[in-house]
Structures are given as structure tokens and as C-alpha cells.
């Protein structure tokens, strides 16, 4: 067997001890004598297994308990459509703030649904800086904000929850879990799992449930949040094995220590990736010092005529996945849980090798 470091944006890496579970289970899950694809989800293991995957995330994220855990499908692209449908009437405002790509595609969603107002806007500079939350534009009457604490292509990211009474709603698909956040500063925390928490097909939300009753009334049933809450989550046939995946990675990280631990992990992952970056004139980061992800580091070569050769010796040398988003150019590297230290750290002994060899 040989395993690469992966820096991939998502769907991204999976601990290695997650993987040798499953594949130990595969044909006999918990001696049902089946796999757990073949299993009912209204089984009593597969219920015990939803319980205790919504109890160890609850522990993990400290959710209070006036909060909805919610499993749908549909990823955080739903979401994007689910915020407006489940917490604006037709006509109602809602605010945005677009400091990337996903923060960009939230508010045209919403906009189909209601009027999305668009209080801050950072694509001027492409996406490489937070505007001082004292300019933005905030709507008087607006029924929530929404903002993407972690930009997963650009690699920016909030290192505050923006202030004011006005309900937050979050897209923390690729920040989620990655350190400890406060879930009462929060309305609605929605993420995709293929980044930090699972396969792709099953999505995480949280939501406070006070807000479940603002639901549109003509809503299809799969797009209302209260559903979900209603039925723990199996209002259809849910993601069966996207959820057992789920379920291992949130013990993995409670072994690890929990978010506390990982955060401690992850700061030290991107502070030592960051340092080497700025340490060099071959690489440069283009994101403000004050935002830059702990998930996404983004670098560009001083020549991006080695664009190719990089990409070639690092896949050569078992770092794959590092090609950037064409709309940053250079390389990118994700380092979500899943990617160990010791892959960080390969990753800065091959960049400091390759610039040694080519400048
Ligand atoms: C990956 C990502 C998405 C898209 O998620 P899907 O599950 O593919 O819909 C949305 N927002 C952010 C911040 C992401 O990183």
C-alpha cells in the first residue's frame, strides 16, 4: 500500500485510521452480516448509529441545546437556496457579505428568493482581504447575514464573527470543526462534509430552532429545515454511508483531542506553511496577513512558467493535488484535519528543495 499526502480542496483526505475502519467493516458491519450500504437506516444500528454521530458533534462544536442537528443531502450548494427559503418571506432582504467565490454564489442564490443586498464586496482586489466590517452596508431590516468564514479558493478567512443583532448565518464548509467556534453567536451554521468531516452526500447543519418555524409555507418538503429537525434527519432515505463516515471521523477527532487539540494542530500546520512562504522570494501568498486561511494556503512562483515542473516533481514525490484554482493561479495547498503535520511538513522540505533547484 502507498498512500500520498493530499492537499486536495475537496473532496479531501480522510484519516488513514478512518479508512482501515471502514474497510474492516465493509462486509460485516457491527455482525449485521451485511455491509452498512445494505443495512435499513431504520435499523436499530444504523439509529444508534445517527444518535451517536449527532451527540459526538454536539460535543465536538459544544452545541447548545436550543440547536437543530440536521443531516440533509445536497451539499452546501442546498444550502445556499435552503437559508433564504427557510428564513425570509418573499420580499424580505437579506445580507450578504462576498469576500469569495462561495460568498458570490450564496447571495445569486438568494436573490432568487428574495432581495439579497450585498453589504460588502472584496472581489476589487480578487478576493484577497476582508473589507473592514465598519464599511459595510448593512441593510436596517435585514432577516439575517451570511457570510463564508472560510473561503476555500482564495484562502481567506475570518478570524472574528462579525457583530450586530441581525441573525448569522455561516457556510463553514471548509473551516468546520477545523477549531472551536461559537455556536450561540450563530443562527445557522450549514458545511458540506467532503472537506473536514466526511465523503461527499451528506451535508451538516445547525440550526437554532426558534428559526425553524420561518419556513416558507409552499416549500418542497426535502428544502424545509423542520422537516429534517422533525424526523432526526430520515424525512427521505438519508446518505446511509456518508453518514456512517461521518460518524467514524467525529470519534477520530474526538481521540485526537477534539477541536481544541486539532486547532492547536492546524495553527501550527499554517503558521510554519506561512512562515516558509513569506521566509522565500520564489513563493508569495497573496492573501492580507490578518485573513489568511488555516485550510487553504494558496502560493504563487515568482515564475509561473514552473508552474508544470512543480506540479510534476511534487506529484512525483507523493504531494499530490496542489495545482490552485485557475481563478488564483500557482498552487494551493489544503491542509483540513486530515492532513497531518508531518505532511505540512514534506510539503515545505520539497518547496524549499524545488526553489533551491530552480531559482
Ligand atoms: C466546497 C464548498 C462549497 C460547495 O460545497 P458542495 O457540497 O459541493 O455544495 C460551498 N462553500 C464552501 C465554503 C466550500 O468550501
Given at each position: 500500500m502507498s498512500r500520498v499526502y493530499n492537499f486536495s480542496a475537496g473532496p479531501a483526505a480522510l484519516p488513514l485510521e478512518v479508512l482501515q475502519q471502514i474497510q474492516n467493516d465493509i462486509p460485516d458491519w457491527q455482525s449485521t452480516g451485511m455491509s452498512v450500504m445494505e443495512v435499513s437506516h431504520r435499523s436499530k444500528e444504523f439509529v444508534e448509529l445517527a444518535a451517536r454521530a449527532e451527540a459526538n458533534l454536539r460535543q465536538l462544536l459544544a452545541v447548545p441545546d436550543d440547536y437543530s442537528v440536521l443531516f440533509p443531502q445536497g451539499g452546501a450548494t442546498m444550502q445556499m437556496a435552503m437559508t433564504p427559503l427557510n428564513l425570509t418571506a418573499a420580499g424580505d432582504t437579506a445580507d450578504y457579505v462576498v469576500t469569495g467565490s462561495w460568498g458570490k454564489k450564496a447571495a445569486g442564490e438568494a436573490a432568487k428568493f428574495c432581495q439579497s443586498n450585498i453589504v460588502a464586496d472584496a472581489s476589487d482586489k480578487n478576493f484577497t482581504y476582508i473589507p473592514d466590517e465598519s464599511s459595510w452596508n448593512r441593510s436596517d431590516n435585514a432577516a439575517y447575514?451570511?457570510?463564508?468564514?472560510?473561503?476555500?479558493?482564495?484562502?481567506?478567512?475570518?478570524?472574528?464573527?462579525?457583530?450586530?443583532?441581525v441573525p448569522l448565518v455561516a457556510d463553514m464548509s471548509s473551516t468546520i470543526l477545523s477549531r472551536p467556534v461559537d455556536v450561540s453567536r450563530f443562527a445557522a451554521i450549514y458545511a458540506g462534509a467532503q472537506k473536514n468531516i466526511g465523503p461527499a452526500g451528506i451535508t451538516l447543519v445547525i440550526v437554532r430552532n426558534d428559526l425553524l418555524?420561518?419556513?416558507?409555507?409552499?416549500?418542497?418538503?426535502?428544502?424545509?429545515?423542520?422537516?429534517?429537525?422533525?424526523?432526526?434527519?430520515?424525512?427521505?432515505?438519508?446518505?446511509?454511508?456518508?453518514?456512517?463516515?461521518?460518524?467514524?471521523?467525529?470519534?477520530?477527532?474526538?481521540?485526537?483531542?477534539?477541536?481544541?487539540?486539532?486547532?492547536?494542530?492546524?495553527?501550527?500546520?499554517?503558521?510554519?506553511?506561512?512562515?516558509?512562504?513569506?521566509?522565500?522570494?520564489?513563493?508569495?501568498?497573496?492573501?492580507?496577513?490578518d485573513c489568511r486561511s488555516w485550510m487553504n494556503v494558496?502560493?504563487?512562483?515568482?515564475?509561473?512558467?514552473?508552474?508544470?515542473?512543480?506540479?510534476?516533481?511534487?506529484?512525483?514525490?507523493?504531494?499530490?493535488?496542489?495545482?490552485?484554482?485557475?481563478?488564483?493561479?500557482?498552487?494551493?495547498?489544503?491542509?483540513?484535519?486530515?492532513v497531518s503535520e508531518e505532511a505540512v511538513n514534506a510539503l515545505i522540505t520539497f518547496m524549499a528543495e524545488f526553489e533551491r533547484t530552480n531559482a
Open positions: 447575514l451570511h457570510y463564508v468564514p472560510n473561503e476555500t479558493i482564495a484562502g481567506v478567512e475570518f478570524h472574528f464573527v462579525p457583530g450586530g443583532d418555524e420561518r419556513a416558507r409555507a409552499n416549500n418542497p418538503h426535502l428544502m424545509t429545515w423542520k422537516s429534517y429537525a422533525d424526523s432526526d434527519s430520515m424525512t427521505n432515505t438519508p446518505p446511509t454511508f456518508a453518514w456512517y463516515v461521518a460518524d467514524l471521523v467525529f470519534q477520530w477527532l474526538k481521540d485526537m483531542g477534539g477541536v481544541e487539540a486539532i486547532g492547536l494542530i492546524n495553527a501550527r500546520k499554517a503558521s510554519k506553511l506561512y512562515a516558509a512562504i513569506d521566509a522565500s522570494d520564489f513563493y508569495t501568498n497573496p492573501v492580507a496577513k494558496p502560493f504563487i512562483l515568482a515564475d509561473s512558467a514552473l508552474d508544470a515542473t512543480f506540479l510534476e516533481q511534487s506529484k512525483a514525490a507523493g504531494l499530490t493535488n496542489l495545482k490552485g484554482h485557475r481563478s488564483v493561479g500557482g498552487m494551493r495547498a489544503s491542509i483540513y484535519n486530515a
